[in-house]
């Protein structure tokens, strides 16, 4: 088995201008953490902006989130998350967590996906799989050998869960807890931006609505400690 931090190592080398693209396909294998790299689409829609893929985003009413008009079809939030490559890195890590593919994948679960632009990742002042108790605790190799793994998969599994809401729709000043997380959120406009308080994180677009959820475009990371 390779090691954790080589292909850690190339998650981190992958830039935004990558050609492939590796959607979420319903049904598909959960490969190991190891085994994958994360290239997805490019397309993009605003908020503001009904046109574009999928269903169309309702161009008024009180929320960027609200579901368009009639039924969503067959679409899934695993069949539009790879679309957008200004969040492949996030696509990539929803994408090793086993519950979260799972749940994105399936109709009767209704998710909100707040994904962190790549650049808000790279920012981070470590990694989204790395603890410092981790490395206080067991020092530099804290994520080598099988035991690592794991330590790096929870960590990622916690990250990836404080970006996804249980509801769909969202509107305005509902107050909602992520997935595993015990601070409530919500979202209201803020002189004309629509903002995710109470830290204030910008929504800067909408990728798309599919018939189980929505997947909006965040300026930044959410606390995840």
Known sequence: MRSLFVTLAALSAAT?????VVPLHRGS???PLQQRLFPFGREQVSIMDPAGPGPAIPPTGSSPVEPP???GGDVLLSDIMGRDKSVNLFAGFLRDIESAARRIDDPSQKTMILAPLNSAIEKLPR?????PKDYGALGPNAYEGDDGQERAQRNLRRFVEAHM?????????????AIGDDQE??????HGVKVIQPAGIEIVSCISTAANGQVLIIKNVRNYA
């Open 16 to 20: 935004v201008s990558s050609q492939l």
């Open 29 to 31: 294998a959960i490969r």
């Open 69 to 71: 008009p009639g039924p």
């Open 127 to 131: 990694k989204p799989w790395e603890d």
């Open 165 to 177: 809401l249980p509801v769909f729709p969202w509107v305005r000043g509902e107050k909602v807890r």
């Open 185 to 190: 959120i919500w979202w209201e406009t803020k």
